[in-house]
């Protein structure tokens, strides 16, 4: 290659293993630097599926803790809520009892004393 065609690439060097290395030869490599490509692709591509999932999982047990406590929250509302107009009926309804109870014209009118 020329000095043109590696412009836009960057030289890195490492020290791996022996052995590693008579592993990826023996996979049909033969050339570090096509080697190196390959596993760096693989391994931007594995890490941008994986970080996604790995990023989104402890966001999504928060939000569902709070949802869950929320859902508690709304669940003890709703039986207070429910105690109330239960309460209110039973009271509606007794004053409803009161008046058919009472003989219509049995009250005094409000201007007589005595």
């Known amino acids: ?5 590696r412009k836009n690439q ?3 060097q490492c020290w791996i293993a022996s052995s590693t290395w008579e592993q990826i ?10 080697a190196v490509t390959k596993a760096f692709e ?8 994986d970080n996604t999932g790995f990023q989104e ?9 709070e949802l869950e406590k929320h859902n508690e929250t709304l669940k003890k509302e709703l039986e207070i809520s429910q105690e109330t107009h239960r309460n209110y009926m039973m009271q509606m309804q007794t ?3 009161q008046k058919v109870i009472e003989a219509p014209g049995a009250k005094k009118p409000w201007w007589r004393f005595w």
Do not use: C
């Open 1 to 5: 290659m020329t000095t043109e065609d």
């Open 10 to 12: 960057k030289k890195i």
């Open 25 to 34: 030869e023996g996979v049909g490599y033969t050339s570090p630097t096509t």
């Open 42 to 49: 693989k391994l931007l591509k594995e890490s941008k599926e």
């Open 57 to 65: 999982i402890p966001i999504l047990k928060s939000r569902l803790e």
């Open 95 to 97: 004053l409803i009892n």
